[in-house]
């Protein structure tokens, strides 16, 4: 049964329905609008922690997705998935692979950047400092970019280049 026949409460019925009968009244083609449905599936199972299935709703709607602002997010949101179950190698191509297809998306550079510097952190603490400042210029070269993109966003990213002597670098 598709997930947007298995709401439980009103608003998601009342949300679902409202989105089917516009979905239905766009002048848009059939496998755009099975694809937007596969991709609204998939938010649906992200955002209850059905991340199995999320995938599988992802990755029909990247079958039938053929606008690249689109694709960036599916692909942005599959990346969101593997980043929570610590998959972070796999995260990153995914980010990466939303950026190619839309290259101003201040959110997946920042996640990028997120897992960059935890990944310094880490390996700070195990005493590998040069190690750690390759992952901390990564992650400052993707908040620069991020930052640049959203100048109102991301206030602790700003915070941190500007204490580790990085914010130059966004001039």
């Known amino acids: 049964m598709p997930?947007?026949?298995r709401n439980d409460n009103f608003i998601d019925k009342s949300f679902t329905v409202m989105a089917d009968m516009i979905l239905q009244m766009m002048p848009v083609k059939r496998q755009a609008k099975e694809a937007f449905a596969y991709y609204r599936d998939g938010?649906?199972?992200?955002?209850?922690?059905?991340?199995?299935?999320a995938l599988e709703y992802y990755n029909e709607a990247l079958k039938l997705e053929e606008d690249a602002y689109?694709?960036?997010?599916?692909?942005?949101?599959?990346?969101?998935?593997h980043a929570a179950n610590g998959a972070h190698d796999v995260a990153l191509d995914y980010y990466d692979k939303a950026l190619e297809?839309?290259?101003r998306l201040p959110q997946a550079l920042?996640?990028?950047?997120?897992?960059h510097h935890f990944r310094g952190a880490k390996v700070e603490e195990e005493g590998q400092?040069?190690?750690a400042e390759e992952h901390y210029a990564k992650a400052?070269?993707?908040?620069?970019?991020?930052?640049r993109l959203a100048p109102d966003n991301y206030i602790e990213a700003q915070n941190w280049l500007k204490t580790t002597g990085r914010f130059e670098l966004l001039y």
Request: net charge negative; hydrophobic share 45%.
């Open 140 to 147: 400052a070269a993707a908040w620069i970019r991020a930052v």
């Open 129 to 131: 400092p040069e190690q």
């Open 43 to 53: 938010m649906a199972a992200q955002a209850d922690g059905d991340y199995a299935e």
């Open 70 to 81: 689109d694709r960036s997010f599916i692909h942005y949101n599959i990346g969101l998935i």
């Open 101 to 103: 297809e839309n290259p």
């Open 3 to 5: 997930r947007n026949q």
């Open 110 to 115: 920042n996640n990028i950047a997120v897992i």
